[in-house]
């Protein structure tokens, strides 16, 4: 079994002030908690929070600070694992690895089914495991706590007939294999069903914006009248604009897509991308701490039953998303980091 990769090196480490320390003979990302009377460090609960892509902007700039703040209030440990690429095997094993350690709970990024198996040893092995972005339904995860992906698809869809006037070909690139991305399509399909756009192709990124350029130039060239493309993560927005600068069709096509940078959300003002879905990742990745640690600490029972057998936790949690167009941008602008 492989080793738990290093995450957070270089600038992601630099850019958050997050301490890199041993686990044994590995190397992980530690999210201390900031507090004149804490715990000594070995007494401290642990937490993990585990993605592939674990480098990925989005997470540093988001996912991150929300778990220092959880660690901060709870006065526990979270350290972050993961590969930093697309890296299923890779992800599996850790996780695998991560629940041998038996921690005080473990969130993780549901980002393909084949991780249910992995999610499901946790829970055999006592460890609390919750999803949070995307969900394991499938998985006997304890909870889900994120946005709803089929809310996400609906959202995009009706920016794109916004700005299309509902009216002509439309593509989708996303990581097609991603249950949460599936349940995104799934909203974008039914939502322009009915109406004057069509859909001629739903394109796999892998995840990664050079990836999207390649994929949106091959959709330009397939495809010279297509009206709008709409890209379902994180780094699809990045590679689709990238493509049409290039291409000389900034505007002709209209673009959805969803939050990356701070700097990302430019192109909205500059009018390269005319919507942009923020998922609130803040909230769920900073809840899906505290969910854990109230599983471990809250006492309730529910109708007298262990907490095993009836979590005393919600099954389900949709912290909801907002909509970034040219009308609220300068507002977002004004209070995002330096872009």
Same mark, same amino acid.
């Given at each position: 079994?492989? &080793?738990?990769?290093?995450?957070?090196?270089?600038?992601?480490?630099?850019?958050?002030?997050?301490?890199?320390?041993?686990?044994?003979?590995?190397?992980? +990302?530690?999210?201390?908690? =900031?507090? +004149?009377?804490?715990?000594?460090?070995?007494?401290?609960?642990?937490?993990?929070?585990?993605?592939?892509?674990?480098?990925?902007?989005? !997470?540093?700039? =988001?996912?991150?600070?929300?778990?220092?703040?959880?660690?901060?209030?709870?006065?526990?440990?979270?350290?972050?694992?993961?590969?930093?690429?697309?890296?299923?095997?890779?992800?599996?094993?850790?996780?695998?690895?991560?629940?041998?350690?038996?921690?005080?709970?473990?969130?993780?990024?549901?980002?393909?089914?084949?991780?249910?198996?992995?999610?499901?040893?946790?829970?055999?092995?006592? $460890?609390?495991?919750?999803?949070?972005?995307?969900?394991?339904?499938?998985?006997?995860?304890?909870? !889900?706590?994120?946005?709803?992906?089929?809310?996400?698809?609906?959202?995009?869809?009706?920016?794109?007939?916004?700005?299309?006037?509902?009216?002509?070909?439309? +593509?989708?690139?996303?990581?097609?294999?991603?249950?949460?991305?599936?349940?995104?399509?799934?909203? !974008?399909?039914?939502?322009?069903?009915?109406?004057?756009?069509?859909?001629?192709?739903?394109?796999?990124?892998?995840? +990664?914006?050079?990836?999207?350029?390649?994929?949106?130039?091959?959709?330009?060239?397939?495809?010279?009248?297509?009206?709008?493309?709409?890209?379902?993560?994180?780094?699809?927005?990045?590679?689709?604009?990238?493509?049409?600068?290039?291409?000389?069709?900034?505007?002709?096509?209209?673009?959805?897509?969803?939050?990356?940078?701070?700097?990302? !959300?430019?192109? $909205?003002? &500059?009018?390269?991308?005319?919507?942009?879905?923020?998922?609130?990742?803040?909230?769920?990745?900073?809840?899906?701490?505290?969910?854990?640690?109230?599983?471990?600490?809250?006492?309730? =029972?529910?109708?007298?039953?262990?907490?095993?057998?009836?979590?005393?936790?919600?099954?389900?949690?949709?912290?909801?998303?907002?909509?970034?167009?040219?009308?609220?941008?300068?507002?977002?602008?004004?209070?995002?980091?330096?872009?």
């Amino acid at each position: 079994m492989r &080793k738990l990769p290093a995450i957070y090196t270089g600038i992601a480490i630099a850019a958050l002030t997050i301490p890199v320390i041993g686990v044994a003979s590995r190397a992980s +990302a530690h999210v201390a908690p =900031h507090t +004149a009377r804490a715990q000594p460090r070995a007494s401290r609960e642990t937490y993990y929070w585990i993605s592939q892509n674990s480098t990925l902007p989005l !997470f540093a700039a =988001h996912d991150l600070p929300a778990l220092r703040a959880a660690a901060k209030q709870l006065g526990v440990n979270v350290r972050v694992a993961g590969p930093t690429t697309i890296d299923l095997p890779g992800f599996i094993s850790t996780i695998n690895e991560v629940c041998a350690q038996h921690p005080a709970g473990v969130t993780v990024v549901g980002w393909d089914p084949s991780l249910a198996a992995a999610v499901n040893t946790c829970i055999g092995e006592g $460890v609390p495991t919750v999803t949070d972005d995307a969900d394991l339904p499938n998985s006997k995860r304890l909870a !889900f706590i994120g946005t709803n992906w089929y809310q996400i698809g609906v959202a995009q869809a009706q920016a794109m007939i916004s700005a299309t006037g509902g009216k002509g070909e439309v +593509a989708m690139t996303s990581i097609i294999n991603a249950d949460n991305m599936k349940q995104a399509v799934a909203g !974008f399909k039914a939502t322009i069903a009915g109406t004057g756009l069509r859909l001629v192709a739903n394109e796999d990124d892998g995840g +990664a914006a050079p990836q999207a350029a390649t994929v949106t130039a091959s959709l330009l060239a397939a495809h010279p009248h297509l009206a709008g493309i709409a890209g379902f993560d994180s780094e699809s927005g990045a590679g689709i604009v990238r493509a049409l600068i290039e291409a000389g069709k900034v505007g002709k096509v209209k673009v959805t897509a969803m939050e990356q940078t701070p700097q990302f !959300f430019t192109t $909205v003002a &500059k009018g390269q991308v005319q919507a942009i879905i923020i998922q609130k990742r803040e909230l769920f990745t900073y809840y899906a701490i505290k969910l854990l640690y109230d599983y471990n600490h809250n006492g309730l =029972h529910i109708a007298g039953l262990s907490k095993e057998s009836a979590p005393p936790i919600p099954q389900n949690v949709d912290t909801g998303l907002l909509v970034v167009t040219k009308n609220n941008i300068n507002q977002i602008l004004a209070h995002l980091p330096s872009h």
